[in-house]
């Protein structure tokens, strides 16, 4: 690992400070499937958890180190031979085992935590290292809240673990304490003080407290640093740890600092919403790069800059974090560029409407709701004697559906193909999915559903449900809405809605 100054080694720690948070907990089986695609995703270390901590924490580190075969797995002691040897344990199926050992560094750690000096502090560190290396020969140490030990005394003790045969060194900030320059600075310091630093990797590992874990995860990097440890979504202690998808893609838009990792940002998207889920840990709208809203528009002025060249108001491509597109939100901002842009969406011809009358009527209905959604647009468009640039070809004639506990749920389904009627039967996990796997064999299209909404219109159990949905075939998106007093046909409803856009 240590060649290249400018590759990145990526840690993860989702599965360990993002698991200590409370409410975060993870089975065995749901950290090995967020491990699995933590190695699709191209991450270099995993660190899988802290073995003596609990019997759970064991098999964990046990049972990753079984089902990961890339990324190297990583499990976390304190310096004192019983975490250590059984982490050993913990790790022996691993393919590319690391150690990850350590004790605080600075004087406030020393002095209230440990009850100690920096000489006997510095020699329980070195000591950890020496064992931990007699079973295993990648040992990364960390010299705890280290954003506020004594600089020169840090150097002496980095200085001493890797002489002790440590691979790497991890320099957290532990408290979230130090702004970019102060961090920057230490890794330099360090960089330019400790005698054998090119012996080992340094890395670093911030906390979010004030809000500047990323930017001091890059200027260390500015000044050094080459593996960076995160997590995804940024969960982790307190205010959270770096986010791991901050730190890739600030390094692949910013390619004038000269570093890269072995990141696929692709997998962003869907990793982010199955870490929140599984951990229970809702993503903020505005969270960089994998919040709701961080590629959708709703100001006029964005808008038409947005539909005319995206990067006018992109400064990354939605696609190369997951995202299939920007969205354009039509709110009582939005313009008549946007406006438009959704009626052509939704399959209206737009050399045939009087766009300045939709637009007034599109105000007053959008003055009083936060949101315009595609069935406002259809009740608005209703009056409007517009045709619509495609014809139902395909239309439900018959749709029964069998379900309830313990039946499988099953649907009939009968279309209607341009007069040819078409009958299938299917089951499925509900009866939606029953229902549009039915469709799917009758159509014989591979259709990929991408959004899927369903809404009351009033909200009581007779109401009306109103259904959205996106789906994608041949590379295009399609959307499609449908409502019905029953959800089964409305999702029916909106999907051949979607479908009849390309059959
Ligand atoms: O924040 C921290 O200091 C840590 C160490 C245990 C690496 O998580
Ligand atoms: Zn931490």
């Known amino acids: 690992m240590l060649h290249d100054p400018n590759r990145i080694y990526i840690f993860d720690t989702t599965l360990r400070d993002g698991e200590q948070v409370p409410g975060c907990q993870l089975t065995t089986s749901e950290k ?94 070195v000591d950890a290292v020496k064992y931990a290396k007699r079973f295993v020969e990648d040992i990364e140490f960390y010299a705890e809240d280290a954003g506020r030990a004594d600089d020169a005394f840090l150097a002496q003790m980095v200085e001493a673990v890797i002489a002790a045969g440590a691979t790497v060194v991890n320099i957290p900030d532990t408290n979230g304490y130090c702004l970019p320059d102060q961090y920057g600075a230490k890794i330099k310091y360090l960089m330019d003080h400790v005698k054998n ?27 050094g640093a080459r593996q960076a440890e995160c997590t995804i979504n940024g969960i982790g202690e307190r205010a959270g740890n770096t986010a791991l998808e901050e730190v890739a893609m600030i390094l692949k838009t910013h390619q004038a600092l000269g570093k890269y990792t072995n990141i696929n940002s692709k997998h962003f998207y869907e990793l982010s919403g199955m870490v929140s889920r599984m951990m229970r840990m809702p993503v903020q709208p505005n969270k960089a790069i994998v919040g709701k809203n961080a590629f959708a528009h709703s100001s006029g002025i964005h808008q038409d800059g947005v539909l005319k060249h ?37 399959g209206y011809v737009l050399e045939k409407i009087n766009i300045d009358d939709v637009y007034e009527r599109f105000l007053v209905v959008a003055d009083s709701k936060k949101e315009i959604k595609d069935d406002d647009l259809l009740a608005l468009m209703s009056g409007e004697g517009s045709e619509r640039n495609y014809k139902a070809g395909v239309t439900v004639k018959l749709l029964q559906v069998m379900c309830g506990d313990p039946l499988v749920p099953t649907s009939i389904v009968r279309l209607d193909i341009r007069g040819e009627m078409k009958e299938a039967v299917s089951s499925g996990n509900g009866p939606v999915d029953a229902t549009i796997k039915a469709i799917n064999s009758i159509i014989e299209k591979e259709v990929d559903i991408k959004d899927f909404h369903i809404d009351a219109i009033h ?19 399609y959307n499609g809405y449908g409502f019905s007093t029953d959800i089964v046909a409305a999702s029916a409803n909106a999907y051949l809605d979607a479908v009849n856009k390309f059959i």
């Open 310 to 346: 995206r990067e006018t108001y992109e400064i990354m491509n939605p696609e190369d974090v997951g995202i299939d597109q920007s969205s354009i939100i039509l709110t009582a901002r939005s313009g008549r560029h946007a406006l438009k842009h959704h009626l052509e969406r939704l």
């Open 32 to 125: 090995i499937e967020i491990a699995l695609r933590l190695e699709a995703l191209g991450v270099d270390v995993i660190e899988a958890g802290f073995p003596i901590s609990s019997p759970g924490d064991f098999e964990s580190v046990v049972a990753l180190s079984k089902a990961v075969r890339e990324p190297i797995i990583c499990a976390l002691t304190r310096a004192n031979t019983k975490d250590i040897d059984c982490a050993v344990e913990s790790l022996k199926h691993a393919k590319r085992p690391r150690i990850h050992t350590g004790i605080g560094s600075s004087d406030m750690h020393i002095k209230y935590k440990f009850n100690s000096t920096r000489e006997d502090i510095l020699q329980r560190g």
């Open 197 to 223: 630093i090119d012996q080992a990797i340094i890395s670093v590992h911030c906390h979010n407290d004030l809000g500047l874990a990323t930017a001091n995860t890059i200027a260390g990097i500015q000044n």
């Open 459 to 477: 909200g009581g159990s007779n109401d009306v449900s109103k259904v959205n949905m996106r789906i994608k075939y041949d590379g295009k998106h």
